[in-house]
C-alpha cells in the first residue's frame, strides 16, 4: 500500500488542485469567448457597429 506523510499529501494534492485549476481556467475562457462573441453580434444588431 503506498503510505504518504502529511507533507506529501499537501505537496501532490496542491498539484493535484493547480491542475484542476488550469483546466478548469481554459473551460472558462472557452465559454467566455463563446458567450461574448454571441453578446457582441447581438449589441451589433441592436446598436450598429461599434464607432472607433
Same mark, same amino acid.
Given at each position: 500500500? %503506498?503510505?504518504?506523510?502529511?507533507? $506529501?499529501?499537501?505537496?501532490? *494534492?496542491?498539484?493535484? %488542485?493547480?491542475?484542476?485549476? &488550469?483546466?478548469? &481556467?481554459? @473551460? @472558462?475562457? *472557452?465559454?467566455?469567448? @463563446?458567450?461574448? !462573441?454571441? %453578446? !457582441?453580434? !447581438? %449589441?451589433? $444588431? $441592436?446598436?450598429?457597429?461599434?464607432?472607433?
Amino acid at each position: 500500500m %503506498l503510505h504518504l506523510t502529511t507533507t $506529501e499529501l499537501f505537496f501532490y *494534492g496542491g498539484i493535484v %488542485l493547480m491542475g484542476a485549476a &488550469a483546466v478548469l &481556467a481554459l @473551460a @472558462a475562457v *472557452g465559454i467566455f469567448h @463563446a458567450t461574448g !462573441r454571441r %453578446l !457582441r453580434r !447581438r %449589441l451589433e $444588431e $441592436e446598436y450598429g457597429k461599434k464607432p472607433r
